[in-house]
């Protein structure tokens, strides 16, 4: 499609009458072109200058523009929604380079979700007409009957983790955790509903996890459960990429430098299938323990010449290397540019962005501050009868993320005094070994500059090597893994289908 679009109003306020004063009308256009499954859309905008005095007025609940106006009355607030100093802690300038285009068409929600009924008077009820629920063999369609919460697919979940907790223990072994960790985590992932209109093909009421089950094949002699997470992965609140100070540059056939790039300001649906293990593989006791095929270590000479220049956060996934609770994934601290992504100015407030191809964003770093609401988790998730910081994620390698603890505050929270290692990892009160974001101070060379700086306050999510044993994870970090017809952890009806 095409067209233009009503953007947006900026006005003047003026405090001695109280009212705002409309002044310049923003409007976006954009032309819209496919290439294969994905469609992208540039943009630009217009503005026109208000030349008559229009006010804000609000009547019978709806705004408008009149001569007249309305008395508003402005009040300091204890919020603070722009960019926290320890998401540019380097203080690095606005760009006002332009935006990239935003995409849309890696997800289409109608065909992952497709139709259904629940019961109501007179209705009968019919399971999901979607690409996932099809896409699963008979043992795991009660999971994922509908889309986001509901008693009947959370009682199927029930009962599936009680079939797989026997199982996995039948045959000698254990899961990483407790059923009602992965129960709990599956609800909060399922209530997660869009509540801004930040995403460019999204819509606000949907859902942003629609579906979340378990699976429990073998591989002939031993079982691998998984925790299966379909997600569109975003967060559910205003994105915010429009404040970041310097977003990464979008790849242009017309381009060879960050000045004159466009960059990421927008987000779209992804696509995402994801398979979190549950049983218990180990953990591991040196990096080298586990072997990645790639790494943020593999293209930088240094760093890749001795395994003694490896660290917990170069040797990490290029990508993705877990999910949050919202839905969104999250990537190693450092960037490719192999320091922490928030001395580059490049994040967000809630320490995400979009990468350089454009599509949904991703979290380098903890956006937790103290007294905020609209981050992945605040104040009111330590509140009520809490005794440890709260779950906000799963690494690939199935080892848990809890939030941050807070110096002093969270002295009575069960593991406080219990330091974390290498990895930001510890084991306490029978929970199993499980991350936790906290904050770091980081010294080293930032490519472009001279000598060493020295941060602190940088806030860690995971630093970005896994913990947890991954040999024997099946399809760990594979191309193929997303694909039903290939990895029947995921549920598939078939695994006949070569990668």
């Not at 019978?60 to 722009?82: E, I, M, N, R, V």
């Not at 981050?375 to 809890?402: E, M, Q, R, W």
């Amino acid at each position: 499609t095409s067209g233009n679009y009503p953007g947006y109003v900026t006005f003047s306020y003026d405090s001695t009458t109280g009212k705002f004063k409309a002044r310049k009308r923003y409007v976006y256009a954009y032309t819209c072109s496919s290439s294969g499954t994905t469609t992208s859309c540039p943009s630009s905008y217009t503005s026109t200058t208000y030349s008559s005095n229009l006010y804000l007025t609000y009547s019978g609940g709806a705004y408008s523009l009149t001569k007249t106006g309305t008395h508003f009355y402005l009040y300091a607030t204890p919020l603070s929604l722009g960019i926290p100093s320890f998401m540019n802690p380097k203080s690095v300038d606005f760009v006002t380079n332009s935006a990239y285009n935003f995409l849309t068409g890696k997800a289409t929600v109608s065909s992952i979700e497709g139709t259904y009924t629940t019961s109501g008077a007179g209705s009968t009820n019919s399971c999901s007409t979607g690409s996932i629920y099809t896409s699963l063999n008979s043992t795991y369609k009660p999971q994922a009957c509908y889309p986001g919460t509901n008693t009947t697919t959370r009682a199927a979940a029930v009962t599936q983790l009680a079939t797989i907790k026997s199982a996995v223990e039948a045959n000698g072994e254990s899961l990483r955790y407790s059923t009602d960790v992965y129960l709990a985590f599956r609800d909060a992932l399922l209530a997660q509903k869009l509540v801004s209109d930040s995403i460019a093909d999204g819509t606000p009421g949907q859902n942003m996890v629609p579906f979340v089950y378990f699976t429990n094949e073998s591989d002939g002699s031993k079982y691998h459960p998984m925790m299966v997470i379909v997600s569109y992965g975003n967060q559910t609140s205003p994105n915010g990429l429009k404040d970041v100070p310097k977003p990464p540059g979008a790849s242009s056939d017309n381009c060879s430098s960050y000045s004159c790039s466009p960059v990421t300001r927008y987000a779209n649906l992804e696509n995402y299938v994801l398979a979190i293990p549950m049983k218990d593989y180990g953990v591991i006791s040196t990096l080298t323990d586990n072997s990645l095929t790639t790494s943020l270590c593999s293209d930088d000479s240094t760093c890749s010449a001795s395994t003694s220049n490896r660290t917990v956060y170069n040797y990490a996934d290029t990508a993705d290397n877990g999910i949050l609770v919202n839905g969104a994934v999250m990537f190693p601290l450092y960037n490719n540019a192999l320091y922490p992504s928030p001395i580059a100015g490049e994040l967000s407030a809630s320490g995400c962005h979009v990468g350089q191809g454009g599509g949904g964003p991703h979290c380098h770093s903890d956006g937790y501050l103290s007294g905020q609401g609209l981050g992945l988790y605040n104040d009111t998730d330590y509140t009520s009868k809490v005794t440890h910081p709260p779950l906000i994620g799963f690494g690939y390698d199935g080892v848990a993320l809890f939030g941050q603890y807070r110096a002093t505050t969270d002295a009575s929270l069960l593991g406080y005094s219990t330091s974390l290692g290498d990895w930001g990892v510890h084991n306490h009160d029978s929970i199993g070994n499980h991350y936790h974001s906290h904050t770091i101070t980081w010294s080293g060379s930032i490519p472009g500059t001279d000598g060493t700086v020295s941060v602190s306050n940088i806030a860690v999510l995971m630093k970005g090597a896994y913990i947890g044993k991954i040999a024997n994870i099946p399809y760990f970090r594979s191309s193929c893994g997303s694909k039903f017809q290939v990895n029947k952890y995921l549920g598939g009806t078939t695994s006949s289908v070569s990668c």
